[in-house]
């Protein structure tokens, strides 16, 4: 019988890494094996996820501190939820229009920084990065970055597919909830938003989730409201089988469940949703140009993740993994490897993005006498007044 498909999410803890080569234990000796990896690789292509956004005050899902080891009950939404359920909806786009003023105070860290300065040394050639906040291509907009699961700065119609700036539909959110956008107000007053830590905003009159979601469990959530799309409301599009689709509104522009079209959704992949083809295919190509895979802050849980790393190890390419804790079928990835080879044919290390990757940018300049033109350090001051939600998925 077939082994069963890991669960969505999976929430189990993964077993602790195998340090390779085992002189990785140290900083300098991950700096001395990365620096081997880039050195067989010449080029390579970063997969990043949730653990590169944790300086930035993120949370991530399966670290020492992420959202499915601290919150057992945590459950984010799924798509065909939210396509089928209004009230479902409203609870979702309630709990997001909380969260989404300190999402915008959110900021790239050293993480992301050492990303474009190993780009600008020509040891990176693009990111395809797991996450949705915009931090890779802020941070460095001149190397290519490939959004695998969309990004949370836009809203899209489940119907026509035209996409509204997140910030703009924020304001309509405000509009046609002025008691919740008064609450809104009234939470930031306390600071409890300025904390990513739960236990200083329980302390405030606020309880969340660590990854941000805001936890309301008496909420009238049935009283919020959202707006349609704004092009199906002026042309409700045809539908698959060729009859008009209607889009109806009530007397403020708030979205009535009477509707058949015109629902905006967060321009992500949620759980339960297909990764947008071209997507999938830009993807598919980066790791087939690659000469070799660094994976940073991420478990690989997700399949969409995970077999893009085996695309690479099936293409016999090396793979460095930095990542705190343990990496989904990690075997797969290093059980074949010399024991006596210093990083060439493979890494995996266990430190925190933003503690390595700078020293070991800092190594590879000096290594190579090659230094950036313009360094931007404005990342440092990002990081300490970053205090952010994480993906607003649930």
């Known amino acids: 019988m077939r082994k069963p498909y890991m669960r969505i999410p999976y929430t189990d803890v993964l077993a602790s890494p ?3 080569p085992k002189t990785s234990n140290t900083i300098a000796g991950a700096i001395a094996a990365i620096q081997e990896f880039f050195e067989a690789s010449r080029s390579a292509v970063v997969l990043s996820g949730a653990g590169i956004s944790v300086a930035s005050g993120l949370a ?5 501190k992420g959202t499915y080891r601290v919150n057992k009950t945590y459950r984010p939404i799924y798509y065909s939820e939210f396509l089928q359920n209004h009230e479902a909806r409203k609870r979702y786009w309630a709990r997001s229009f909380l969260g989404w003023t300190t999402l915008l105070k959110a900021k790239p860290n050293a993480g992301h920084y050492a ?7 020509g040891l990176v050639q693009s990111v395809i990065t797991q996450n949705v906040d915009s931090f890779h291509p802020k941070a460095h907009p001149q190397l290519p970055t490939i959004e695998l699961h969309g990004y949370l700065r836009s809203c899209v119609c489940t119907s026509c597919h035209e996409e509204l700036p997140r910030d ?4 309509e959110l405000a509009r046609l909830n002025p008691a919740w956008e008064a609450f809104l107000q009234e939470i930031l007053a306390t600071g409890a938003l300025d904390t990513e830590n739960p236990d200083e905003r329980r302390a405030k009159g606020l309880r969340t989730n660590p990854d941000g979601d805001v936890d309301l469990p008496d909420a ?3 009283t919020f409201r959202y707006p349609s799309c704004p092009r199906c409301l002026t042309a409700p599009p045809i539908a698959t089988d060729g009859s008009r689709t209607k889009v109806e509104v009530d007397a403020d522009g708030a979205w009535k469940p009477t509707s058949t079209a015109g629902i905006l959704k967060p321009a992500v992949t949620m759980f339960g949703e297909n990764i947008r083809a071209p997507i999938k295919v830009e993807a598919e190509h980066a790791i087939e140009s690659a000469g070799g895979l660094l994976v940073l802050g991420t478990s690989l849980a997700t399949y969409s993740a995970w077999r893009l790393a085996k695309r690479a190890k099936d293409r016999g390419i090396p793979i460095a993994i ?3 804790g343990g990496v989904r079928g990690e075997e797969t990835f290093f059980s074949d490897l010399d024991p006596s080879q210093g990083g060439s044919q493979g890494v995996r290390t266990e430190f925190s993005i933003g503690e390595l990757l700078p020293a070991l940018v800092e190594h590879m300049r000096q290594s190579s006498s090659i230094t950036s033109a313009h360094e931007d ?3 440092s001051a990002e990081q300490r007044a970053a205090s952010v939600f994480k993906d607003m998925m649930s």
Do not use: A, E
């Not at 991530?60 to 020492?64: T, V």
């Not at 990303?115 to 040394?121: A, P, R």
């Open 18 to 20: 195998t340090i390779i």
């Open 60 to 64: 991530d899902y399966r670290g020492p």
């Open 115 to 121: 990303v474009k300065h190993l780009g600008d040394l």
């Open 168 to 171: 703009t539909f924020q304001h």
């Open 220 to 222: 009238p959530y049935t």
């Open 322 to 324: 930095i990542n705190l």
């Open 377 to 379: 350090h404005s990342h």
